[in-house]
């Protein structure tokens, strides 16, 4: 995480912060967007649907990866991409909790 010093938060804020990062970009919310939207793997070129080259459509489907909100599996040259369901409850428990903390009713 850089110079901040991680110890200073607590294990979730730095999980939501992980989480912020890797949807911090618009093109990884189209590619979150199209595979919510297949309810299935998608085993297909992204380039069609995004207008980014494969390569940087590729970066991005890595950094989704990485942060657990897709899983990937290789068959031969093809590639299926899917939302890890586990995952995504856990960051819709995330977000909930901090939108749930905000007290509605009255703020300055």
């Known amino acids: 995480m850089g110079l901040t010093k991680t110890d200073a938060y607590t294990e979730e804020q730095n999980r939501l912060a992980d989480l912020c990062r890797a949807l911090g970009h618009p093109a990884r919310i189209a590619i979150l967007q199209k595979l919510l939207s297949a309810e299935c793997c998608i085993c297909r070129d992204f380039t069609d649907e995004i207008d980014l080259s494969q390569p940087?459509?590729?970066?991005?489907l890595k950094e989704l990866k990485a942060a657990g909100l897709i899983s990937g599996t290789i068959e031969g040259t093809s590639v299926s991409y899917c939302i890890d369901p586990g995952r995504w409850r856990e960051v819709q428990g995330l977000l909930n909790g901090m939108f749930n903390s905000f007290n509605m009713d009255g703020c300055c």
């Open 56 to 60: 940087t459509i590729s970066r991005h």
